[in-house]
């Protein structure tokens, strides 16, 4: 069926509208977007309606998902699909699992979210969760299952927000200068301890420093391209701007020298800078662990193996933001591998400077 009309512009209501009429049954779509884009968005809305070819839309919305997770297993990393497969789970399919999909609105996806905040999830959490609902009814409407489109997903605005723990100056004077932990009630080496302070000083994420190979270092500079996630799988990182360059402080280099050093006392030879005792990458759970029970040791704060890079970035939050998130992986994205100019090797250098500074600053 075919539409005559077109949006117009609604002043009172600052939104574009279009009605419609299929079967006896009046609809009216909307758009919030201003100038062409909205009308464009409206009408696109009404054309699904009228000419949708639904043919799934009476499976219940569990079937449907459990046919995305299915989808997913096949196109996604283990962590992407499990966080997702755990929504469902937990609070998509209980709230909402055995509707029609055809009959499911936006108002109740919204209330699935309402549900999730009642239990004081934390804002980046429902943000995740937002996120997993939208592509979901995405994968919907490309089986003809629904003409449903989301828009208009909202966090509550007092939604927790999850405190991180940082180590404080007196724990990072003992990261650095204290190698010992405690193994079957023996003081002994502490084998990933230059992995840790190597987490702390440059602001890898856990994966990034377990995944890190000796041909990733250039000189002074260091090249992030793989990362290892819990699930012991190698990836690109956890997005586009993981992959990228920074140089080496003082502080970090003494460090690789340390470990050079541990290396050549424990005679283990690996391809990986901070390998496990067989030469292997390290399994993240095990270097958790061991991390909780260096800490508990010493007393310090707890910080979890993540918050090490939080650490980080709270250590050096005078920096330019640019500058942060260029060395941290949260920049635009940039050519890695590609030939350097003048400007961004300067900034590199400058950023490495800084970063030294402060430590020795804290450390003193």
């Not at 884009?37 to 054309?47: H, M, Q």
């Not at 997702?84 to 919204?110: A, R």
């Not at 391809?271 to 005792?277: A, G, K, S, T, V």
Request: proline share 3%; aromatic share 8%.
């Amino acid at each position: 069926m075919k539409r005559t009309n077109t949006a117009k512009w609604m002043e009172k209501q600052n939104r574009w509208q279009i009605n419609v009429q299929k079967d006896g049954i009046r609809r009216t779509f909307t758009s919030s977007k201003p100038g062409r884009a909205g009308a464009k968005e409206a009408n696109a809305k009404a054309d699904a309606w009228l000419d949708d070819n639904i043919m799934e839309g009476n499976l219940k919305l569990s079937v449907l998902f459990d046919k995305w997770i299915e989808e997913l297993k096949l196109t996604t990393s283990k962590d992407h699909w499990r966080k997702y497969d755990g929504f469902g789970k937990n609070w998509i399919n209980p709230q909402i699992g055995g509707k029609k999909i055809s009959n499911v609105t936006e108002q109740n996806l919204q209330d699935v979210i309402l549900a999730a905040h009642k239990a004081k999830l934390s804002k980046k959490t429902m943000s995740n969760l937002k996120a997993c609902m939208t592509a979901f009814i995405k994968y919907c409407r490309k089986r003809k299952a629904t003409t449903l489109v989301v828009e208009n997903l909202t966090i509550p605005k007092n939604a927790p927000v999850g405190v991180r723990t940082i180590l404080q100056p007196d724990d990072l004077k003992i990261l650095m200068n204290d190698d010992m932990t405690e193994a079957r009630g023996e003081a002994v080496v502490e084998l990933y301890i230059n992995a840790y302070r190597f987490e702390v000083a440059t602001g890898l994420r856990p994966g990034e420093v377990i995944g890190l190979k000796h041909e990733d270092i250039d000189g002074s500079r260091v090249h992030i391209r793989r990362s290892i996630n819990h699930s012991g799988i190698t990836t690109a990182g956890k997005n586009e701007n993981a992959r990228r360059t920074f140089m080496l402080t003082p502080l970090a280099k003494e460090i690789l020298k340390r470990q050079e050093e541990l290396m050549k006392s424990t005679q283990i030879r690996s391809d990986y800078i901070f390998p496990n005792e067989y030469g292997d990458h390290i399994v993240q759970t095990t270097y958790y662990k061991r991390w909780v029970r260096y800490r508990s040791y010493h007393g310090m704060s707890e910080a979890s193996p993540y918050e090490l890079r939080h650490t980080f970035v709270s250590v050096v939050k005078s920096l330019p933001e640019g500058m942060l998130k260029q060395v941290v992986g949260h920049s635009e994205s940039m050519d890695t591998f590609g030939v350097y100019s003048h400007d961004v090797e300067g900034d590199l250098e400058e950023a490495a400077k800084k970063i030294q500074s402060i430590f020795l600053r804290v450390l003193d």
